[in-house]
């Protein structure tokens, strides 16, 4: 079975760094044509896509987090992480893992399976 866990701290301050990490189960993110992706929630908002690590470990990221953003894994422990910096409280959201399958560009459609989410806060 597939599992994703999101972990790290639930409270973040201003302009400091976010990061979280994603532990998977139940498969090798280095398998070949799967994606692993960091989604957020704000409260009263839609998911937004923040940043994808493929199996090969190229990155991708949201242009409008592209500038602060960054993602990486660690493949001994089947971990992928997060780093969000310069956060201000409009980075408070719920943060999601997730994983699907991309073959080239194109992409399954929605992702096959999701982390329960944790909250970040951010406040001084």
């Known amino acids: 079975q597939v599992q994703l866990q999101e972990s790290g701290p639930g409270l973040v301050k201003p302009s400091q760094t976010l990061s979280l990490t994603c532990t998977v189960s139940?498969?090798?993110?280095?398998?070949?044509?799967?994606?692993w992706s960091w989604i957020r929630q704000p409260p009263g908002k839609g998911p937004e896509w923040m940043g994808t690590?493929?199996?090969?470990?190229?990155?991708y990221y949201s242009p409008s987090l592209k500038s602060r953003t960054s993602i990486s894994r660690d493949t001994s422990k089947n971990q992928f992480s997060l780093q969000l910096s310069s956060v201000t409280p409009d980075d408070t959201a719920v943060y999601y893992c997730?994983?699907?399958?991309?073959?080239?560009?194109?992409?399954?459609?929605?992702?096959?399976?999701w982390g329960r989410g944790t909250q970040v806060t951010v406040s001084s």
């Open positions: 139940g498969v090798t993110i280095t398998t070949t044509h799967y994606a």
């Open positions: 997730a994983t699907h399958y991309c073959a080239g560009s194109w992409c399954d459609n929605p992702y096959d399976y």
């Open positions: 690590i493929g199996y090969d470990g190229n990155t």
